[in-house]
């Protein structure tokens, strides 16, 4: 990438940040935001105190009162641009499922289905995820389900940090949106940006954890179970930890027995 593109990129996705802290009501933000060019970079720096941004978004994060619809948050990301992936991607996948959800998983990233069809989970990881909840004995309309990044990376590659962290305020607001009672982490990537940490999944699975005051289950990704198909260590243990999810959410957990 060449610096003009480099700096191009950098000041579309400076400025689309600020319209939606703009939109969602932050003081400090310049009147005549919309009208910034490029070249006008006296104003950007002075004008934005970034101690103040983010501590107001995480304020706004928290606060109970301030409720954002799932359509608002859909609206202000726009015809997102404000990461590398939105170039290559044909949908941006936002999520589907019930906005008033008791149980959300958030997966990695829209895969080639995904991509085609703008809705997550809908390809062969999207069959096993279907399995594991109709295994809970719920029905896919009944949950939410989205990712951590909303436009496919390239080859199916992991989402890198830079695309993480621009898109995690968005889910951050979604999950805030839907205020699910427990939020499931679906793989390595989904769990380790979420809770902000590099341990292992095989680590991390099988215990609750904190997220922003809501229970986090971290579980192996449903594409990991298609690739050890043949190892139903795998699949007994992500029956474990959704038997967990649900009685949490106090749910009957059907029987399922294991031929060991
Ligand atoms: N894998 C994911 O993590 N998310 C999808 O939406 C599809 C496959």
Known sequence: MNTHSTKAQLFASLT??????QESGLDGIPADLATLKETDTAQQPAAIPKQSIESKMTEELNTPEIHETLEQI????????????????????FGVGNPKARLVFVGEGPGADEDAQG?????DAGKMLNRIIAAMELKREDVYICNVVKCRPP????????EVSTCSPFLLRQLQSVKPEVIVALGTSAAQALLQTKIPI?????????????????????SYLL??????????????DMTQVLQYLKLPVPNKSRNK
């Open 74 to 93: 859909r609206k202000s990301l726009g015809p997102c641009q404000r990461c590398k992936l939105g170039a290559t991607r044909k949908n941006l996948v």
């Open 119 to 123: 809705e997550p989970f809908v390809g």
């Open 16 to 21: 689309a940040y600020l319209q939606d802290l």
């Open 227 to 240: 690739r050890t198909g043949g190892n139903s260590d795998s699949f007994w243990s992500v029956w474990d």
């Open 202 to 222: 095989s680590k991390m699975r099988g215990k609750f954890h904190d997220f922003h005051g809501m229970p986090l289950m971290p579980t192996y990704h449903p």
């Open 155 to 162: 080859q199916n590659r992991p989402p890198e940090s830079d």
